[in-house]
């Protein structure tokens, strides 16, 4: 009996530790999503001071 | 006594209109009622005896460890489940991974590769060929599996099992293939050897997909019945009896080519009779699993 | 001895859950995080675009 109560707890801690698991991959995407939005508004900047030149010096 | 010979006789008279199943539908609500499900038992009926298709999900969720042993706990680790699977959906849709149009069977595929952590920088980069049996296997799965989330996590289990537990069997099959079918029959063999046909033939589909695309749904999932429940050595066994069925038409063929074209478009019409020969293939090469229910 | 092993079991799964509910609240951070970048990057076309369009028309 006390196995079946140690097997029940270890099914359900399981699949408690992959939705954690999968919470922890999110994060990870997340973070690479929001460099990369940074990277992207950056360039943006960049590409409109760029451009806001070129028309100054037309 | 008497009541033996009549309960043979209605079991004859249910196989003769096509009820076979319910004596075996019986035996597998007994196992399901045990508060801690006998998960060994649970395999060697799956082995032995098609599933009812209304507790198909039920047991490969079991078989497969998407639900625990424990009746008690189903309730909360399906929670848990579905939790997970809302999280990673939404996840994608904040990142613009997917979108309200993407097909379902991508979003199982992204949701596999987020957990994973193999998520490509961008959808629009091209699919690895181990993707592309992903799809297969889930565009399979969701015509079996009514609910999106048993979907979702059956698929992604049923891969585990092929990329885990069946790793080291899954590339013997090509070999195990030639020398079933040299023993069925050593003719065809010969004829595939001669048009160099042997080494070509269509193993990714029936050994990495497991015949997803290749069978239709309603007689793939007793084959996978078998898969999900510990034997992958199955599959050789219907490609033999796929080669067997359509003899004529193979040993028509003769070139390498039109040989893999064939079978990787088989008909089919004949589809269950065909799973059912390639099960007797099974059990007679095999032995017949002892159900010990 | 079984009460030890039960509270034991109904511990492991609560800390399984408040962790969880920790990477969940950072993933709601970054979430909000990633929206507003998206917000500040569609702004900055829609405003390369009007810039586009306002140079064309002089």
Known sequence: ?58 | MAEDTQRNFRSVYYEKVGFRGVEEKKSLEILLKDDRLDIEKLCTFSQRFPLPSMYRALVWKVLLGILPPHHESHAQVMAYRKDQYSDVLHALKVVRFISDTTPQVEVYLRMYQLECGKLPRSPSFPLEPEDEVFLAIAKAMEEMVEDSVDCYWITRCFVNQLNNKYREFLPQLPKAFEQYLNLEDSRLLSHLKTCSAVSRLPYDLWFKRCFAGCLPESSLQRVWDKVVSGSCKILVFVAVEILITFKIKVLALNSAEKITKFLENVPQDSSDALVSKAFDLWHKHCGTPVHSA
Not at chain 1, 5 to 12: D, H, I, L, P, T
Not at chain 1, 25 to 53: A, M, N, P, S, W
């Open chain 1, 1 to 58: 009996y006390l196995e079946d109560v140690k097997s029940q707890a270890s099914g359900q801690l399981m699949a408690a530790e992959s939705r954690y698991e999968a919470q922890r991959k999110i994060t990870q995407v997340f973070e690479l999503e929001i460099l990369d939005l940074y990277g992207r508004l950056e360039k943006d900047g960049l590409l409109r001071k760029l451009e806001g030149k070129a028309e100054a010096a037309e």
